[in-house]
């Protein structure tokens, strides 16, 4: 007598579609696999939850130690950081993003904070700049403010002295978004922040 044949049908929005057949071995085998499939999901998302629970206590730990971030709002979803909120220099907003990335297990960093600085003229920011940056730099350095905006050109000779250099232009009050064209040794370097 040959084996017993097993037909699985899904059923769903009226309609049955013959699925597999198979002997009663396999059909064992395949709601095995489906079950332990679901038990690694289930714990896969349970370890997920963790790990979110775990850096947003990390990262509001980092930021809550300083003031300058009481207006920022963290989110976690899929070990992806959300920020949100305001802060009146850019500096700061620089920072919390690079606090933000320490953590561990942080697939990537959204930000959504806004720079609520006074407004002013061009002019203001713009003197401030060439007096700050320009000092230590042998005028090597070019900045263009225009409405907030701060469009830095020329050469650095290392990746810490444009960072040093970002992180002073970042700092000025009045100063809301960056575009950095410096070159380090020759090589281009920078995104728009």
Avoid: C
């Amino acid at each position: 007598m040959p084996a017993a044949r097993v037909v699985y049908v899904v059923t769903g929005g009226g309609k049955e579609n013959a699925v597999w057949t198979s002997n009663h071995k396999n059909a064992v085998l395949l709601v095995v696999l489906t079950l332990m499939t679901l038990v690694q999901t289930r714990l896969l998302f349970v370890r997920d939850r963790a790990v979110d629970q775990r850096i947003l206590a990390e990262v509001a730990g980092e930021l809550g130690k300083e003031e300058r971030f009481q207006n920022v709002r963290i989110e976690i979803e899929d070990m992806t950081v959300r920020l949100r909120g305001a802060v009146s220099l850019l500096e700061d907003k620089r920072q919390a993003i690079q606090k933000a990335q320490t953590s561990r297990d942080v697939r990537m960093v959204i930000s959504h904070i806004t720079v609520k600085t006074e407004r002013m003229p061009d002019a203001l920011p713009r003197d401030r700049l060439r007096e700050r940056v320009t000092q230590d730099q042998n005028d090597t350095i070019r900045l263009q403010v225009k409405k907030g905006g701060v469009t830095i050109r020329g050469t650095v000779r290392d990746d810490a002295h444009r960072e040093s250099v970002l992180s002073t232009v970042a700092g000025t009050l009045g100063v809301v978004w960056i575009e950095d064209r410096l070159q380090v040794d020759g090589n281009k370097r920078g995104p728009t922040i």
